[in-house]
């Protein structure tokens, strides 16, 4: 039987994060909401950004991430389930499952934990948004796109001005 470092029924403080909501400036367009596409033939056009924008509400420049505070929460074990590879995991009253390494014995040791993992968390995710790869396929399609439905309408109406020019003249003619 592998022993465990604590037991069934023992009060243990749990080393975790919350969460709170903000933003950073958007790393494509510099917070600008707009880039810039340069097609073959020198042609530059302005597109909405795509990264800082959500679904079909305008780019908004910014990018959510989260800021992550440190808490110790103090939490009852109720269960313990010993994996293959000889990690332990916990169930505790609050029902989650926690890794041995994240419930401590004071609240101090504890706390300790959860500002490194806070700290640790935060850095990843913003150092994942700078270097989020860049979307640029989907970008240059879009830019193509909206060129080539202008280069459409703009032989539209041209086409239905030269019949409208052909249908005056012909009521001139007949006046
Ligand atoms: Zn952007």
Redo the contacts with the bound molecule.
């Keep these: 039987m592998v022993s465990t470092k604590f037991s069934i029924g023992q009060k243990v403080y749990w080393a975790r994060c919350e969460r709170a909501p903000t933003s950073v400036e958007?790393p494509?367009?510099g917070?600008t909401?707009r880039l810039r596409v340069t097609f073959h033939d020198e042609t530059t056009v302005s597109i909405d950004?795509q990264?800082?924008a959500r679904g079909f509400e305008p780019?908004t420049?910014r990018?959510t991430v989260y800021d992550r505070s440190p808490e110790a929460r103090l939490t009852t074990i109720t269960g313990i389930e010993i994996k293959q590879d000889s990690s332990v995991e916990y169930r505790t009253n609050d029902s989650y499952i926690i890794d041995e390494d994240r419930l401590f014995d004071t609240r101090d040791e504890a706390m300790t934990k959860a500002a490194a993992i806070a700290a640790e968390m935060d850095r990843a995710e913003r150092e994942k948004v700078s270097r989020k790869e860049k979307d640029t396929r989907s970008w240059a399609w879009n830019a193509s796109y909206h060129r080539r439905e202008i280069k459409r309408a703009k032989e539209s109406i041209a086409y239905h001005e030269s019949k409208l020019a052909v249908a005056s003249l012909k009521a001139k003619e007949q006046k």
Excluded: F
Aim: include cysteine; proline fraction near 9%.
């Design positions: 958007c494509d367009c917070g909401g950004c990264n800082c780019p420049g990018v």
